[in-house]
């Protein structure tokens, strides 16, 4: 397996992983709607930076380190954080025929080395309550859950942060 950054050529193979994800949902509250506004900036560095691991050529996982406090300033508002040096991890996602394979947790402790890169001091990740693979693989990533909230968008979203 290959772990990088996704780019623009990968954007058939992002958008295919994506409807798959979301056809295999049992509870659809595990995912956020996508709006245009930020698939439009999936592969704008300066917004959003998506990374995978490949198999064979293909996409089998993919995270991503969002930018812009379009993607995380209600989150960070909520806690009372700064925005500067913060940096939201989401987007996670794994084919459903390669889930419980830690790749997940593979992906946060790259993604750590990203951040780094950039100069980011807090990451920032929301999840669903009841997302119990996805809330484990945070915490045993580092990640600390602070709380608890509904969205404005009505979702409830469990937030989890770690200093880097």
Not at 57 to 62: R, T, V, W, Y
Request: aromatic share 14%.
């Amino acid at each position: 397996m290959i772990f990088r950054k996704l780019t623009k050529d990968d954007a058939n193979q992002l958008f295919s992983l994506i409807d798959k994800i979301e056809n295999a949902l049992v509870d659809k509250n595990f995912w956020l709607p996508l709006n245009d506004t930020a698939k439009d900036h999936f592969f704008d560095p300066g917004w959003t930076e998506f990374f995978g691991f490949f198999e064979n050529g293909a996409l089998i996982s993919a995270v991503a380190l969002f930018y812009n406090e379009h993607e995380f300033g209600e989150s960070a508002d909520y806690l009372k954080i700064s925005k500067k040096g913060l940096a939201e991890v989401g987007r996670a996602m794994v084919r459903p025929d390669k889930r419980g394979q830690g790749l997940l947790l593979q992906m946060l402790e790259l993604l750590k080395e990203e951040a780094r890169k950039r100069n980011i001091k807090t990451l920032l990740a929301t999840v669903y309550p009841q997302n119990l693979p996805s809330k484990k693989s945070f915490l045993s990533a580092g990640f600390t859950l602070e709380d608890t909230y509904t969205k404005s968008c009505g979702f409830e979203r469990s937030i989890f942060l770690y200093s880097l």
